[in-house]
């Protein structure tokens, strides 16, 4: 498996907001704390296809977006992220890896497959290498298994089913019999 390199290390830092949660400590939770080391909540927001500047947090006076202004305001929040491509998946798979598109090999959004006949076929048929290749890769929810978190994703996701990218749980089911490189949730 591919270690993550110093450059992978950075983006996953920098894209990753910590929250202790409550600050006031009972007796109780300082005794568990002397017992084990408290590790922090880790909750990881990307947000595809807004600019840095849609939150308040960062300084929009015009998008109101109290709750993650205030999740912002408990949490250490880095502002300078960056991925090596201004695609989806192969920004996805760097900031999951700590690897260049061409180490992890996702390469573009879509692989190039036959579009004639039975097309969700086809492209499974030209996915299958690329994700059986992915998941050999090392993971940021691999890594964070191994401290004892568990994790979940949901939203966009291009690489197959949430497993692909070591995911304990998650909503992606990535069949493509159902439509599947990632879900849409419609709510009445």
């Given at each position: 498996?591919?270690?993550?390199?110093?450059?992978?290390?950075?983006?996953?830092?920098?894209?990753?907001?910590?929250?202790?949660?409550?600050?006031?400590?009972?007796?109780?939770?300082?005794?568990?704390?002397?017992?084990?080391?408290?590790?922090?909540?880790?909750?990881?927001?990307?947000?595809?296809?807004?600019?840095?500047?849609?939150?308040?947090?960062?300084?929009?006076?015009?998008?109101?977006?109290?709750?993650?202004?205030?999740?912002?305001?408990?949490?250490?929040?880095?502002?300078?992220g960056y991925v090596p491509t201004p695609l989806?998946?192969?920004?996805?798979?760097?900031?999951?890896?700590?690897?260049?598109?061409?180490?992890?090999?996702?390469?573009?959004?879509?692989?190039?497959?036959?579009?004639?006949?039975?097309?969700?076929?086809?492209?499974?048929?030209?996915?299958?290498?690329?994700?059986?290749?992915?998941?050999?890769?090392?993971?940021?929810?691999?890594?964070?298994?191994?401290?004892?978190?568990?994790?979940?994703?949901?939203?966009?996701?291009?690489?197959?089913?949430?497993?692909?990218?070591?995911?304990?749980?998650?909503?992606?089911?990535?069949?493509?019999?159902?439509?599947?490189?990632?879900?849409?949730?419609?709510?009445?």
């Amino acid at each position: 498996m591919k270690k993550l390199n110093k450059i992978g290390y950075l983006i996953l830092l920098v894209s990753i907001c910590f929250s202790c949660g409550n600050k006031s400590k009972t007796a109780e939770s300082n005794i568990k704390e002397d017992k084990a080391v408290q590790q922090p909540n880790i909750v990881f927001i990307l947000s595809d296809d807004q600019s840095w500047t849609d939150y308040g947090f960062m300084g929009n006076e015009n998008i109101e977006t109290p709750r993650l202004d205030q999740f912002a305001s408990e949490s250490l929040t880095f502002t300078r992220g960056y991925v090596p491509t201004p695609l989806c998946s192969p920004s996805l798979a760097t900031i999951i890896t700590g690897l260049y598109p061409k180490d992890h090999g996702i390469i573009g959004n879509d692989k190039v497959y036959e579009r004639k006949g039975n097309r969700k076929e086809n492209r499974a048929k030209a996915y299958k290498p690329v994700i059986e290749a992915f998941e050999k890769q090392t993971t940021l929810p691999d890594m964070l298994k191994e401290k004892g978190y568990l994790s979940f994703q949901t939203g966009k996701w291009w690489h197959g089913n949430y497993k692909v990218g070591g995911f304990d749980y998650g909503m992606t089911h990535g069949n493509p019999n159902r439509g599947g490189r990632m879900v849409i949730l419609v709510y009445k």
